[in-house]
Every structure is written in C-alpha cells, then in structure tokens.
C-alpha cells in the first residue's frame, strides 16, 4: 500500500517536473519566430545583374565593361535595394560596334566610368511609367545631374533623345520590381562628356548598321506594347512575374 503510494507519489512528481519543461520545448520556439515575420512583403528574388546580362543581349561588351570598370558592384547594389531599384539600358554589342564616331576607344577611365553611369537610373521604372516621366523634364542618370536623360513617349515607345543620341527602348528584357533592364539600339552619349560640338547629322546616317529586325516599326510595338498592359499588375504581385515579364525563356529559366 504504502509502496503504490510512493510509485503514485513518484509518477506524479515525475509528470509534474517534466511537462512543463516539454511543453515549454514544443511551445516556446515558435513564439519568437512568428513575430519578426508579419509583413506579408515577400522577400524578393535577387536578380544577379551579372548573370541576367551574360544570357540575354548578347550584351557581352556592356557586361565586359561593366566588369572592368567596377561600376556592376555600383549597379548590383542598387539592384538589391528594393525600396528604390533600378532601371538600366543596355545597347547590344552590335551598336558598341556601330559606335565609330566619337570612338570610345579615346575615353579614359573616368569618362568610360561615367558613361556607363550614364545608362542607368537609380530607381525602378516600368515602361507605362516612362509616359509620365516624358512630361517631368529630364531625369538624373546614377551619373549624376549634369548626365541626365530626356524621353517622350511615342505612341507606346519610349524615344531617348540627347544632342548625340537619338534611339528607342526597343525591347524589355526583364522588368520586375526593383529591376528594369530595356535594350536600346544606340549607345547613350553623354554631353557632358563629349561636348555640345557635336558633328553634322550624327543620328539618322547609321541606320543602316543597325537594322535589324527590332528596327522595324513592328518589332517596335509588339516590344513596348505587350509589356506595358502586364507590367503594373506582374510587377505589384512579384510572385512569379518574372516569367510573364522576361521576353527570353532564357532569362525566366533563372529564377526557377
Ligand atoms: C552572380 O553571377 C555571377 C556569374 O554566375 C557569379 O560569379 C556571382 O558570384 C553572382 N553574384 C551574386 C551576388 O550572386
Ligand atoms: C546583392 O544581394 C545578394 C543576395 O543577397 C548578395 O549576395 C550580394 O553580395 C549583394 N550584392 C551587392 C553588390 O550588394
Ligand atoms: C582618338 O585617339 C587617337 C589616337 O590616340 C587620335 O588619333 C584620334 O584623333 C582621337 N579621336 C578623337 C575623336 O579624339
Ligand atoms: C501618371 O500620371 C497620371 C496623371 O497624370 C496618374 O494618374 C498616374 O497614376 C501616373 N502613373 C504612373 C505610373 O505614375
């Protein structure tokens, strides 16, 4: 009797010692882990600019020099900046080839610096949003104010237009928030670099070395237009956006 007892006694004092220690094992973890996660804010894929521009294009001269200058770790650092973003224009290798008159074989290391500063905006625009932008005057390139950049939107296609540089964005290649990647067909010559003496006619004579097919005029809406009606929503949702956005199949297939 008084053997059952004290197993009673022992049962009970063991079950008492140690439910609340399991209990505070299974109960406690979850406790600090919920709280630092109640945004529903998704933590965004982080686009490696390196890779993006090393599978589409072919950019491999804007990328090689983006590399050599140092200036990726500039861009790259605004790409994972998620409240601001970026917005880069990339000109294909054909038009650094194309690019003869100034050469920018003559730049230094600055200048070249600052000219690939100059093909960037520190903040995320989607093409529907370059609308507006062409009514509230030029805007700052990472370059800084004196190398900004003026556009207008024409009948969906967005025009950048400088003393040295006249082209179109003529496709999008990735546009997801934070991140903004658009070929253009010219390289972006800043005055302020190369001057205001600019030489006779310098914009409509290379045409003909850049034509391809995204030159036609149909190339050009299918290009801006498509993007422009999914954008806003695709961008807003983040979740797999990436895929209805990028144009290359290439480009989806590196976030999967
Ligand atoms: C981006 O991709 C390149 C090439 O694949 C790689 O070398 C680099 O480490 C990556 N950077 C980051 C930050 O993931
Ligand atoms: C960007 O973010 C990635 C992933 O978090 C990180 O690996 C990389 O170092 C960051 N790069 C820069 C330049 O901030
Ligand atoms: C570029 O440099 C070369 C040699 O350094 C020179 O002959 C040429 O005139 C320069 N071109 C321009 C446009 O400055
Ligand atoms: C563009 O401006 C209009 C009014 O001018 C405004 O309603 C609209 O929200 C703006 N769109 C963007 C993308 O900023």
């Known amino acids: 009797m008084a053997k059952m007892q004290l197993s009673i006694f022992i049962a009970v004092t063991l079950l008492f010692f140690s439910s609340p220690t399991t209990t505070a094992k299974t109960a406690s973890p979850p406790a600090p882990i919920l709280p630092p996660t109640p945004a529903p804010a998704p ?32 861009f790259q650092n605004q790409a994972n900046n998620t409240e601001e973003g970026i917005t880069i224009f990339v000109p294909k290798d054909d038009a650094f080839k194309a690019q003869k008159n100034p050469p920018l074989s003559n730049l230094t290391k600055d200048q070249l610096k600052q000219l690939l500063l100059f093909h960037a905006i520190p903040h995320y625009y989607s093409l529907s949003e370059f609308k507006n932008l062409s009514q509230s005057g030029p805007v700052s390139t990472f370059a800084g104010g004196q190398y900004s950049l003026k556009f207008t939107d024409v009948s969906g296609t967005v025009r950048i237009d400088s003393l040295w540089t006249r082209t ?6 990735f546009s997801t928030d934070p991140v903004a990647v658009y070929q253009v067909n010219r390289v972006l010559l800043p005055e302020a670099i190369f001057g205001t003496d600019v030489p006779p006619m310098p914009a409509p004579a290379p045409a003909p070395v850049v034509s391809s097919p995204s030159d036609s005029p149909s190339a050009d809406s299918e290009g801006v237009a498509s993007p422009k009606s999914s954008h806003k929503n695709s961008a807003k949702s983040l979740a797999f956006a990436p895929i209805a956005v990028a144009v290359s199949g290439l480009v989806a297939a590196l976030f999967l």
């Open 43 to 74: 933590a965004p894929d982080h686009v490696n600019l390196t890779e993006l521009l090393s599978v589409a294009g072919p950019f491999h001269t804007f990328l090689d020099y983006l590399l050599s200058s140092g200036v990726i770790e500039t």
């Open 168 to 173: 179109k964005v003529s496709s999008s290649v």
